[in-house]
């Protein structure tokens, strides 16, 4: 069962990276809306996962 969904989010991750690349190209509008939710989705992953990883990596205002 893990497995299932683990390989669900794969693909929902690959699909997302995918829609920001063709985006970047021109995509068509719905390319775009998928690109825009991918990019807020990581940007909250990377925010909520900062206190996790035991330190900062990055450059945070």
Do not use: F, K
């Not at 497995?3 to 690959?14: A, H, I, K, Q």
């Not at 995509?27 to 990581?42: F, K, Q």
């Amino acid at each position: 069962m893990a497995v299932l969904v683990l390989s669900g989010v794969l693909v929902l991750v690959l699909g997302g990276c995918a829609c920001v690349v063709w985006a970047e190209r021109g995509g068509p509008r719905w390319a775009r809306v998928v690109a825009r939710v991918t990019l807020a989705a990581g940007e909250l992953v990377r925010h909520s996962g900062g206190s996790r990883s035991g330190g900062h990596g990055g450059d945070d205002d």
